[in-house]
């Protein structure tokens, strides 16, 4: 086990499904470890945070927080590379990435903790994985305490009854573009994955698991299952492709999702941070959406934007932005 990584994490968990795809991707041998009372101290010995995923190196050293775990071990597994040599093709990843972890954890959030049958779906896995050979009494209990402490939280993605159309629109139509985008490709960038298809399968994969969102993806969208379950273990059997044959459906998903509502929400948010505001209002292509304030979304949005001025040619890059309304977020 001396040169095996450990992955403290959980089924449950988009973040933590993220990781152990890039590592089963790259063939990073590493443990699949289900967090839980019988190991929270050794994961509290090594996590400056409380959140998963946690990833523990054969050295002993820790790493934290999806994205970034991610981006450190490519710098070090090159091969097979997830971001695309061109570097519009590596920024329009990269943003859908970023898209998914702060916008697309909304999706799953909210039909997981907002609809009966899947808090009861959520909270029974999530106790069953917490509660081990403890007895069905006391399963049962747990799942009922787990219930109450999530859905309060609910208000900490945004998510309401006001909000609720928003979310389950954005939802739907992620899937839409999604699903006609993977007609002719495997991954989202073509025949292997990109940094992008890491992020939205996560989220993706978590509402697929649960009753509400689950069904609306499998009745809608079986392309987008076919390609979650290709995530599952993904594989390259080819390139990426250029723009030209990938455009004509992933600008849809750029102007409809990326421009039109998570870069002004996000923006919003930085925005009310800065003013000290402890919760914001923002109009999104027409609808008013309201949530609390949140300092990490406002880190995420500005490390965006400064990787977007790391790129030393954007004459490809700045007409897709323009095209699909995401450029005037990112200056």
């Not at 990938?246 to 998570?262: I, N, Q």
């Amino acid at each position: 086990m001396a040169d095996v990584y450990r992955i403290f994490g959980a089924e449950l968990s988009p973040y933590s499904v993220k990781v152990r795809s890039y590592f089963r991707y790259k063939r990073i041998p590493h443990a699949w470890i289900e967090r839980n009372a019988t190991n929270i101290e050794e994961f509290r010995r090594h996590a400056r945070l409380p959140l998963i995923p946690l990833v523990i190196r054969p050295d002993g050293s820790a790493l934290q927080d999806s994205t970034p775990i991610i981006e450190t071990l490519e710098a070090e597994y090159a091969e097979p590379a997830i971001h695309p040599a061109d570097p519009a093709l590596a920024f329009v990843s990269a943003l859908l990435e970023e898209y998914a972890d702060e916008w697309g954890n909304k999706w799953m959030f909210h039909f997981r903790w907002t609809y009966e049958p899947d808090q009861k779906s959520a909270a029974e896995r999530l106790a069953r994985a917490n509660a081990v050979g403890q007895s069905e009494e006391a399963i049962a209990s747990l799942a009922q305490s787990v219930i109450a402490r999530m859905v309060p939280r609910l208000s900490f993605v945004g998510s309401s009854e006001k909000t609720a159309p928003c979310i389950e629109a954005s939802y739907a139509r992620c899937l839409e573009r999604v699903e006609a985008h993977l007609e002719t490709r495997r991954y989202l960038f073509g025949e292997r994955p990109a940094f992008a298809d890491f992020g939205l399968f996560a989220q993706l994969h978590q509402c697929w698991t649960d009753p509400t969102a689950g069904a609306r993806l499998e009745k809608g969208a079986p392309r987008v299952k076919a390609w979650i379950e290709r995530m599952l273990q993904p594989v390259a059997r080819g390139d990426f492709e250029g723009w030209d044959a990938l455009g004509p459906t992933l600008e849809p998903l750029l102007r409809d999702e990326v421009g039109a509502r998570f870069l002004p929400w996000s923006t919003a948010n930085a925005a009310a941070l800065a003013a000290s505001e402890p919760r914001f209002a923002v109009e999104l292509a027409g609808e008013r959406f309201e949530q609390d304030t949140q300092k990490y979304h406002a880190r995420s949005l500005r490390a965006l934007r400064e990787r977007y001025a790391a790129v030393a040619d954007r004459s490809e890059l700045d007409p897709i932005l323009e095209r699909t309304d995401c450029l005037r977020w990112l200056r």
